[in-house]
């Protein structure tokens, strides 16, 4: 089957079709980077890399756009409160977003633009706006005008009655409708500004996404993605401004898509409730891939609830994975013989056959549970081949390896392993070290023995004799 994704703009599954062939212009919301990003926001960030690996698997050229808020009241009340400036502040925790974000396998996007680094776009943006009579300002300030846009509430599902019905005018703003919204604010004191034709100010935040997006994907894009709680106002904003501003008539975005809430032990996450995790807390208490299993264990737009016996259950299938994995590698530095009776055309034809079904998984609505299940699947194929059979024949490593290295490249929860076929200097002297254990042991030497044993242990290294030799592998850490 073809790609087929759940677009929330018409509420339905859709085949996908791009609007230039073999070619995906793709905007996923970024992090505000006023402190790490919390479990919540590692959530989207995971599911949608995996969309964009498949669609790349897939052999269409995928243009990521992801942003960084860079401006906006979280940063400059962080700035104030730590003496920093907004730019130091940004560029402290950009840093620390990549950090995070690297050891939980998302891939960095093709373009990360930042806010601050593209006012005249959004100014720019902003003067389309008005011009096309969408938009007014006062005192100062720049307000989109939702009266004059009848599709606003089309992204979320709500008339404007009834989101007029829960929105209020905050002291301080001079707009003629609750749900206008800002497009540049007026300056402040103490608050970093830049000229407009408006005076000095700073943008909102729903243009900066828009300008940014614009520039870099054009005024029609393929998909946009983001955490469900950006629906409304963020989205809905988002699609109402651009649309205004280009005035063609197409539509901003043609696939919207959005991820299901995190909960934590069933409940929201909040720091009043003290629930609240930091995608850095986690992984330095559970192994990073682990934190992205979890978050692909389920489908993206379902609800996914985070317990602790979930990241042991995650943690655990990673390690199943990766002794899968090395328990490959170890029987065919050992255990490779092309005379085996083993019925490679047979285990090729299963391998055909699940992979075909991991791509149905994958092309129906990017199902991340299901391929994960179909995963094992063949962790299970290749683990019983390995338990029945003494000896494989190379094509059977072959095939087998490429296959996990494959879903490992959409999936990204597998890593890599230290007992691969590359032999670098530290896995020669481990594997001198096992060797002479082996020779001791022989020697009834359990002291040296026993003396190797823990001094692998104390470097990570965990050892497993087996029929066919000593294995090892480093700790899951």
């Avoid at 929330?8 to 996908?16: A, Q, W």
């Avoid at 692909?296 to 042991?312: D, K, M, Q, V």
């Avoid at 094509?395 to 390896?401: H, L, M, T, V």
Wanted: proline share 4%.
């Amino acid at each position: 089957m073809s790609l087929v994704l759940f677009n929330d703009l018409s509420g339905k599954k859709e085949p996908f079709k791009p609007i230039k062939e073999g070619q995906v212009r793709f905007y996923s919301c970024g992090p505000t980077v006023y402190d790490y990003f919390h479990v919540g926001n590692a959530r989207p960030f995971i599911v949608f890399d995996v969309l964009r690996r498949w669609l790349e698997h897939e052999g269409y050229k995928v243009t990521f756009v992801q942003n960084f808020t860079d401006i906006d009241d979280k940063m400059i009340h962080r700035a104030h409160k730590e003496n920093i400036t907004v730019k130091e502040l940004a560029e402290k925790f950009i840093a620390e977003y990549n950090k995070d974000a690297d050891a939980l396998g998302i891939k960095r996007p093709d373009v990360a633009p930042r806010a601050t680094e593209h006012i005249p776009e959004i100014i720019n943006t902003i003067e389309k706006i008005i011009s096309n009579g969408h938009a007014y300002i006062s005192e100062g300030d720049v307000y989109f005008d939702i009266q004059s846009w009848p599709k606003y509430g089309s992204l979320c599902k709500q008339n404007l009655e009834d989101l007029e019905a829960g929105a209020r005018i905050s002291p301080g703003e001079k707009k003629k409708d609750p749900l206008d919204f800002a497009l540049w604010k007026a300056e402040k004191p103490g608050e970093p500004s830049w000229d407009s034709p408006w005076g000095k100010g700073r943008p909102g935040w729903h243009i900066e996404c828009s300008a940014m997006s614009s520039k870099y994907l054009g005024d029609n894009i393929d998909i946009h993605s983001g955490g469900v709680d950006l629906m409304f106002p963020h989205h809905e904003n988002e699609a109402a401004q651009s649309e205004a501003a280009s005035n063609s008539g197409k539509p901003f975005v043609n696939y919207w898509l959005h991820n299901g809430f995190l909960l934590i032990d069933s409940e929201k996450m909040s720091k009043s409730l003290g629930n609240f995790l930091t995608a850095r807390a986690a992984i330095e208490k559970y192994p990073p891939l682990a934190l992205r299993f979890f978050m692909l264990s389920a489908h993206y737009r379902s609800p996914i609830n985070f317990t602790t016996e979930g990241l042991e259950q995650a943690a655990a299938g990673v390690a199943r994975l990766r002794n899968c994995k090395s328990d490959l590698d170890f029987a065919s530095r050992k255990r490779k013989n092309n005379d085996s009776d083993f019925d490679i055309n047979k285990f090729n034809d299963e391998l055909k056959e699940l992979d075909e079904k991991f791509s149905e998984a994958m092309n129906d609505d990017f199902n991340t549970a299901a391929a994960i299940g179909i995963l094992f699947d063949v962790v299970y194929l290749i683990n019983t081949s390995l338990k029945e059979h003494e000896f494989l024949p190379e094509e059977f490593f072959i095939a087998s390896k490429n296959t996990l290295d494959e879903y490992d490249k959409i999936l990204g929860i597998i890593g890599s392993d230290d007992a691969e076929t590359e032999h670098d200097d530290e896995t020669e002297e481990i594997e001198n070290l096992i060797a002479e254990r082996t020779q001791a042991r022989k020697e009834k030497n359990f002291a040296r023995s026993d003396e190797i044993r823990n001094m692998l242990k104390a470097r990570g290294i965990i050892l497993e004799d087996t029929p066919q030799g000593t294995k090892w592998k480093r700790e899951l850490i």
